[in-house]
């Protein structure tokens, strides 16, 4: 049970983001349409709405017999739904788009990475655009396209919320929802299985992993980095820029406007009711007012702003410290510390999770049930993305400097204060911002460790969801995107264009 | 609503009462009155009374209530659907770090509780104004509508 399921699940979700994300990819850096640049802008937007709100607004979508594109359907003529939430080509789709960001971004740095001098030469020798995209472009591309359908893969092996949303009731299993199943739909909660769920997936995403490292590795053959400093030939698409902006006018209508149009709508109504005048004239913001009165509201967004505060703070004064000792030390076992800090990038949030519960009920301790040991939980989730913000900024801070400061007398703490920290702050504030609205996305993790004080609000979403108020869920949802993306916003401002951060 | 161990079969009493009271059956003082002093010794040693599950939510306002009369006693809700509760309490049971005092959520869940031995029989004088055709025999929770 899960095996095949999952496969399939992540297989064709990557299928999808690929298709999806390197089109639009391939779309903004080589064609020659207008308006490219705010391609970019487009498929962001995904990136702000958690999986939980993305699956929420996609059973508005397409349940059966009330989703809005379902009845649209049926309108038509049709009979029988266009496609039901509970199944597994749904899950597919919104999982698809759901790592199209990720996609585009990594097929994006791919495509920038090509030598266009091969291409060129292609060109001088009088081949067609068609040949050449065949010829050269797309082998070119094979190697690194293959290490980001792999990293792909495992994000999709990893996911947890579209398969809980979506195929949990219709009894589709994924590899985490099978971990959660064994330990909270079964009684009493079967360990063993639990345990043997996560650890299958912790086998299946290191080897996945390990393949991905060996991919990369394999690329470098192709060596296709280039110092010379010209853009590559940009592909005239004549005619063919209708079908192109089709396309990207397709998937701005799908991934992006119509999910938050359903959730502002379905927010807005006392029960779910397709868009018409008449229900228009029941909206109110009464769901809203219920969301933010309700009882323990306050403390949840309290708990909520101490998680993200304090794991991301907390995983960059670490990150920081051991990329110190990593690159700029030569004491033995560093190299290890390095390996142990990426080592939970292969672990599922769901294991980590299952891990952090079975650990803390097991000796004598003040954290659990507290929203400290969700902290830890997501420091140790976190800390490899942390690490690869923190990494790349101090391999650029030259030696000298610190030498230079030493020189003149200052200690080590002086040394921090004086020449890291002011060159690091860059780099600290983007990674603990791109931590923090992943800390306040993911909900596998506090899903299985809170407490009746540390509900956080991914959990409190999900819990207004699962009691049966779609229309407090959906207010909830919003409350939540806008919350998201004024951080992604802030962000990317202080990325400006850092590519550690678009990758991450 | 069921009941977990711990020292506070007498403090759920009083719970119980509110609760019934909101529901709109008579309250009994007597009852509670003798046991009053040793109840709340009990209480303050152990400080904290949660009640978890679904339906934990539907008792923050007596919650709230006997918190303000009882003010060293901290009332805490856990709330989560039925699976959820249930597998908290039964790991929370396993490794001896039981934090939940009272269980609110559907009779099947509780149901599985009483047969794994997690609950423990309720005693309250407001029990017999419950029909008893409407109450399971062992007596490990009760439930209304």
């Given amino acids: 049970m899960g095996v095949s399921s999952v496969i399939l699940e992540s297989a064709g979700s990557t299928t999808v983001a690929v298709l999806l994300g390197g089109i639009l990819a391939f779309l903004t850096e080589r064609t020659d349409l207008r308006f490219r640049h705010f391609i970019p802008a487009i498929v962001m937007v995904p990136l702000i709405m958690p999986s939980v709100v993305k699956g929420i607004a996609w059973i508005f979508l397409l349940s059966p017999r009330i989703g809005l594109l379902n009845q649209a359907w049926r309108g038509l003529g049709f009979q029988g739904p266009l496609l039901s939430a509970y199944s597994m080509p749904a899950m597919i789709w919104v999982e698809g788009i759901s790592m199209s960001t990720l996609s585009f971004l990594l097929i994006g740095a791919t495509i920038r990475r090509m030598d266009p001098t091969l291409e060129e030469a292609a060109f001088g020798s009088g081949a067609s655009t068609l040949k050449v995209l065949a010829r050269v472009t797309l082998p070119l591309l094979v190697p690194g396209l293959a290490g980001v359908i792999l990293l792909l893969f495992i994000r999709g092996i990893e996911s947890f919320e579209v398969p809980m949303l979506l195929g949990f009731n219709s009894r589709i299993f994924v590899f985490s929802t099978n971990i959660y199943y064994s330990l909270r739909g079964t009684f009493p909660p079967d360990y063993g299985l639990g345990f043997a769920y996560s650890m299958t997936l912790v086998v299946l995403t290191v080897g996945a992993l390990l393949l991905y490292q060996k991919t990369l590795s394999h690329s470098e053959r192709y060596t296709v980095v280039s110092g010379k400093g010209y853009r590559p030939r940009l592909i005239m698409l004549g005619p063919w820029r209708y079908t192109a902006w089709a396309f990207v006018g397709f998937y701005a209508f799908i991934g992006v406007l119509l999910p938050l149009f359903i959730l502002v709508w379905s927010s807005l109504l006392p029960f779910y009711r397709a868009p018409s005048m008449k229900a228009l004239s029941v909206a109110s913001f009464a769901n809203y007012v219920k969301v933010v009165s309700a009882g323990d509201f306050w403390l949840v967004l309290k708990n909520t702003a101490i998680l993200t505060g304090v794991t991301s703070v907390g995983i960059m004064f670490v990150a920081v410290l051991a990329s110190w000792f990593i690159h700029r030390t030569t004491i033995r076992g560093r190299k290890l510390l390095d390996f142990l800090m990426f080592l939970p990038y292969a672990v599922s949030g769901m294991a980590i999770g299952v891990a952090f519960m079975i650990l803390f009920l097991s000796f004598d301790n003040p954290l659990y049930n507290t929203i400290w040991i969700i902290v830890l939980a997501y420091m140790v989730n976190y800390l490899p993305i942390g690490s690869r913000f923190t990494h790349a900024a101090v391999v650029q801070i030259h030696k000298e400097l610190e030498e230079a400061a030493w020189a003149s007398g200052a200690g080590f703490w002086r040394t921090l204060r004086v020449i890291w920290v002011p060159l690091l702050i860059p780099a600290l504030v983007n990674g603990a911002l791109y931590v923090g609205i992943l800390t306040m996305k993911v909900l596998s993790i506090a899903v299985l460790l809170y407490g009746p004080d540390s509900t956080v609000l991914s959990v409190y979403l999900w819990r207004v969801w699962d009691a049966g108020n779609p229309g407090e869920s959906a207010a909830l949802s919003v409350l939540l995107v806008f919350v998201l993306g004024t951080l992604t916003l802030l962000a990317r401002r202080l990325a400006r264009g850092s590519d550690v951060f678009k990758e991450a | ?145």
């Fill in chain 2, 1 to 145: 609503m069921g009941h977990i161990g711990r020292n506070f079969k007498l403090l759920l009493a009083l719970v119980v009462s509110l609760g019934l009271l909101a529901l709109g059956f008579p309250t009994r003082s007597t009852w509670a009155d003798s046991l009053r002093d040793e109840m709340i010794a009990k209480a303050k040693k152990e400080g904290e009374f949660v009640v978890a599950g679904s339906n934990a939510d539907t008792f923050r306002d007596e919650l709230k209530g006997f918190g303000k009369k009882y003010p060293f006693i901290t009332m805490k809700a856990f709330t989560a659907n039925t699976g959820d509760t249930i597998n908290r309490i039964s790991a929370e049971a396993k490794s001896g770090k039981l934090s939940i005092d009272t269980v609110a959520t559907s009779s099947d869940g509780l149901e599985l509780l009483a047969k794994a031995n997690l609950v423990e029989k309720m005693e309250f004088p407001h029990l017999k104004d419950i029909p008893a055709e409407t109450q399971p025999k062992h007596g490990r929770f009760f439930s209304y509508s």
